[in-house]
Structures are given as structure tokens and as C-alpha cells.
């Protein structure tokens, strides 16, 4: 990516899964827009850019339903049994008495990340009859009549914990052993999200020791190695980073980050920018 940067001098960026380095930024002169298709900015140099009087844009409202979608259906997957189930019966098992399912509409689902997928999800746990609590380092002043607890007391408290967080510094490694430790009993934890935000070494721990229930991940550390040691418990259910698709979700994003490139491109303010870019290095004077 730094060397066809390099080579071909481009005004706009558009990129999913490929790393903008701060070195690709710098070295395009004409270089004044970075789009991602997508919402997380981990892969792109933000930083840089704004130094650079570059403006980085997202799309941060493409794929709300899709995301709450797979959290909730990893939710009723595990509550239900039904991958498991699958799986037995398709090795030629049939056992119906060995099931262990449980009712959702008894359970507590915290939701960590109340933004606009974090707001979904909870919204649709509570209209299936689970107790939703949530935990955000911004709340909004109204969030529905849903509690809003410190992470480590939603944690205690949750059969369900369903990550919605991005993944920045602060929330490398969210759920480590310790916040794992603070799980009830064969609890469930669901990561659509980024791979970053759980400890997989303490995952896999966690599942050895027989503390979680299991886990429904639709993203890794480092994809698109799967680890072992997760496929070996039957109530890890892992998923390709495929959260955010559907045929309607995918149109969205990439006509949405044609568009703020146009936009930028053309002089028009980004309807998501995602930072200030330098009035000096843009030769913006105030």
C-alpha cells in the first residue's frame, strides 16, 4: 500500500481492510481524502492526516441492523443451542436429552458501547424479554430505561455480555483475565466488534477452566488465523468478520464513501469526518 501510494500520487483513499500508514499519507502530495469503508479507524493513521491537513472520513451508520442482527442471533444461537445442536447431528447424534438450553427472557445482557449499533442491540435483547444493562464511558442523557452500570459491575452482573466498542488504545484488551474472572458461571461473550478488545490467551483460559459458557466471535486478534484452542469447546461459535454484511449493507457503504470522497474532493465539508485536518497544511487561514 506505501509503495502505490507512493507511486501513483492519488487525491483519495478509499480502503476496508488496508493499513493507511502515516508514511503512505506523507508521501502524496495531493493527497486530501482517506475514506474508510467501514466504521473503525485502527488500520488508518489518523494522527497523520490531520498533520497532513488530510481529512479522514468513515461510515458509521451502514450496517446498524446487520451488526445488531448477528450479536442478537449469536445470543439465541447459544441460548438455544442451536449450532451445537447442528454439529451433534451431523455426526450422527442424536440426543435430545443431552441438550443444556436456557430462556433469554431470564437472563441479563449487558451491551458495553452505547452507540448507534450498541443502542440497536439493546433495543432488540429487550423487546425478546432479557434484562439489558449497559456500560459507556459517554452515555446519552436518555438511554431508554436501560440501567447504565461501570463495566466491572455490568460484568458481574451479565449472563450475556455483548461487546460494541471500537477499538482504540484505551480498549486494547478490554476483556482480560480480570474482567473475565468477574463473569456469573458459564456466562456467554459476544464480540462484534474488533478482535482486539478481548485477550484471546485469556478466552481460551477462561473456557479451559470451565468459568465461561462460551463465546460468540465474529472477530479475532489476528485475522484470519483462528486459534485452536477456541474450536475446541463446543460453545464457541466463530463467524469471518461477516457481521456488517448483507446484500443492502454493502451497497450502503461503498456508495456512502464514494460520496464523501466526491464531496471532499470537490470542496464540500464530509458529512462524517472523522477529525480536524490542519488549517496550515491545508492553507486554511482562520
Known amino acids: 500500500m506505501d509503495a502505490l501510494i507512493a507511486e501513483h500520487q492519488p487525491a483519495a483513499i478509499l480502503t476496508c481492510w488496508a493499513t493507511v500508514s502515516a508514511k503512505a499519507i506523507a508521501s502524496s502530495a495531493p493527497l486530501r481524502v482517506v475514506a474508510r469503508m467501514g466504521v473503525g479507524l485502527d488500520n488508518i493513521a489518523v494522527p497523520a492526516a490531520t498533520d497532513h491537513g488530510v481529512q479522514v472520513t468513515n461510515v458509521p451508520d451502514?450496517?446498524?441492523?446487520?451488526?445488531?442482527?448477528?450479536?442478537?442471533?449469536?445470543?439465541?444461537?447459544?441460548?438455544?443451542?442451536?449450532?451445537?445442536?447442528?454439529?451433534?447431528?451431523?455426526?450422527?447424534?442424536?440426543?435430545?436429552?443431552?441438550?443444556?438450553?436456557?430462556?433469554?427472557?431470564?437472563?441479563?445482557?449487558?451491551?458495553?458501547?452505547?452507540?448507534?449499533?450498541?443502542?440497536?442491540?439493546?433495543?432488540?435483547l429487550k423487546a425478546l424479554g432479557a434484562r439489558v444493562v449497559i456500560s459507556d464511558p459517554?452515555?446519552?442523557?436518555?438511554?431508554?430505561?436501560?440501567?447504565?452500570?461501570?463495566?466491572?459491575?455490568?460484568?458481574?452482573?451479565?449472563?450475556?455480555?455483548?461487546l460494541h466498542a471500537p477499538l482504540v488504545p484505551q480498549t486494547h484488551h478490554l476483556i482480560g483475565a480480570r474482567e473475565l474472572a468477574l463473569l456469573p458461571q458459564d456466562a456467554f461473550l459476544i464480540n462484534v466488534s474488533r478482535g482486539g478488545l478481548v485477550d484471546t490467551d485469556a478466552l481460551t483460559a477462561a473456557l479451559q477452566s470451565g468459568?465461561?459458557?462460551?463465546?460468540?466471535?465474529?472477530?479475532?486478534?489476528?485475522?484470519?488465523?483462528?486459534?485452536?484452542?477456541?474450536?475446541?469447546?463446543?460453545?464457541?461459535?466463530?463467524?469471518?468478520?461477516?457481521?456488517?454484511?448483507?446484500?443492502?449493507?454493502?451497497?450502503?457503504?461503498?456508495?456512502?464513501?464514494?460520496?464523501?470522497?466526491?464531496?471532499?474532493?470537490?470542496?464540500?465539508?464530509?458529512?462524517?469526518?472523522?477529525?480536524?485536518?490542519?488549517?496550515?497544511?491545508?492553507?486554511?487561514?482562520?
Do not use: Q
Not at 444461537?77 to 447424534?93: K, M, P
Not at 442523557?141 to 455480555?161: F, P, Q, R, Y
Open 62 to 124: 451502514y450496517c446498524v441492523e446487520e451488526v445488531s442482527d448477528h450479536a442478537v442471533g449469536l445470543a439465541l444461537a447459544w441460548t438455544r443451542g442451536l449450532v451445537a445442536a447442528d454439529r451433534e447431528v451431523r455426526a450422527g447424534r442424536w440426543n435430545p436429552a443431552g441438550a443444556r438450553l436456557r430462556r433469554l427472557s431470564n437472563l441479563t445482557c449487558g451491551v458495553v458501547g452505547y452507540g448507534r449499533i450498541g443502542r440497536t442491540t439493546a433495543a432488540k
Open 138 to 162: 459517554h452515555p446519552p442523557a436518555k438511554t431508554d430505561g436501560i440501567e447504565v452500570m461501570a463495566l466491572d459491575g455490568l460484568l458481574a452482573a451479565s449472563d450475556i455480555v455483548v
Open 211 to 286: 468459568k465461561l459458557g462460551g463465546a460468540g466471535l465474529d472477530v479475532l486478534e489476528e485475522e484470519p488465523a483462528v486459534p485452536s484452542g477456541l474450536l475446541a469447546f463446543p460453545g464457541v461459535i466463530v463467524t469471518p468478520h461477516i457481521a456488517f454484511a448483507s446484500d443492502a449493507s454493502v451497497i450502503d457503504l461503498r456508495r456512502s464513501a464514494a460520496e464523501e470522497v466526491v464531496r471532499v474532493l470537490r470542496g464540500e465539508p464530509a458529512n462524517y469526518p472523522c477529525n480536524t485536518p490542519s488549517a496550515l497544511a491545508t492553507g486554511v487561514s482562520s
